[in-house]
Every structure is written in C-alpha cells, then in structure tokens.
C-alpha cells in the first residue's frame, strides 16, 4: 500500500508561484509512475503533469507547458510540482497520483493511489 500526502497549496496573487510536494510514507516511489491531477469545482479532475518511473520521463498538459515543472527527489521520496505563473483557472484542489510500472498516463482511472488533495487559489 503507498500512502501520499500533498503540501504547498495556498492562496497566491496571479502571477505568483507556488511548489506542491508529494511525499510516500513507509515507501519510496521507486517503480511508481507519479502525477499531478487537479479538479476545480463541477469540473471533472484532469490531468496537469506526470514523471515516469523508468528514466524520469516528464508529460505536461498543454495548459502547464512552459508554466509548470515536475521532479522527484528519490532520496526524500518526494515529487515536486513548481507551478509559476499561476493564473486564476488553476485555482482547484490538486492531487498526488502514482501507478506500479506501466507508462504515464492523462487518465485518472488508471492510477492506483492517491492523496488526499491540497487547496491551491489563484487571486485576480
């Protein structure tokens, strides 16, 4: 069983910046590909970015292209999300993700574990 927690959410001004973190506890993400999903309210959770378990392969949404940027520190079992730029349409909850082996996938019903959200707000 792989447990996940998110941190970093918050409330920031357009234009500003926040980094999310996804942390395990009890395991490492070695052999997990892990995601970031986000749902905003009455809309359906969507895809934002993933990293690959096999060579740390990177896949953005195009709304994050040039915005936001995923990594992992193995050693802290922890994946980042650095989201610059923020706009006030990524204000949602935001979800950490991870599947066993396979590829990275856009599909939420494909990942096995999932943490319990953060709150991330964008200000006009």
């Known amino acids: 069983q792989v447990q996940l927690v998110e941190s970093g959410g918050g409330l920031v001004q357009a234009g500003g910046s926040l980094r999310l973190s996804c942390a395990t506890s009890g395991r490492t993400f070695s052999g997990y590909n892990v995601a970031w999903f986000r749902q905003a309210p009455g809309k359906e959770r969507e895809f934002v970015a993933g990293i690959s378990w096999r060579g740390g392969s990177t896949y953005y949404a195009d709304s994050g292209k040039g915005r936001f940027t995923i990594s992992k520190d193995n050693a802290k079992n922890t994946v980042y999300l650095q989201m610059n730029g923020l706009k006030p349409e990524d204000t949602a909850v935001y979800y950490c993700?991870?599947?066993?082996?396979?590829?990275?996938?856009?599909?939420?019903?494909?990942?096995?574990?999932w943490g319990p959200g953060t709150q991330v707000t964008v200000s006009s």
């Open positions: 993700a991870c599947n066993r082996f396979g590829v990275v996938s856009t599909r939420s019903i494909e990942f096995d574990y």
